[in-house]
């Protein structure tokens, strides 16, 4: 399953990387693309694990970025 999320206050490209590559190595994951210059993410996943894993990707963003929220769009 593919979801889609709007990312607000991330401050660097850099920053970007560093989510994107530990949001990929959550369990269940199989891709995830951040886009500093839009300021959107893209996540695909197993369907049936969607609440576990967005809690991992939130929990993951607090704590490497904790001026950031993302939402679902």
Known sequence: ???KFKIKG???A???NELERAIQKIEGV???TISFMTQKMEL???EARKE???QKV???IKKEEPDVTIEEV
Do not use: F, G, V
């Open 1 to 3: 399953m593919k979801s």
């Open 10 to 12: 991330l401050d660097c």
């Open 14 to 16: 850099n920053c970007a």
């Open 30 to 32: 199989e891709s995830a």
């Open 44 to 46: 695909e996943y197993e």
């Open 52 to 54: 576990e894993i967005i």
């Open 58 to 60: 939130k929990k993951i």
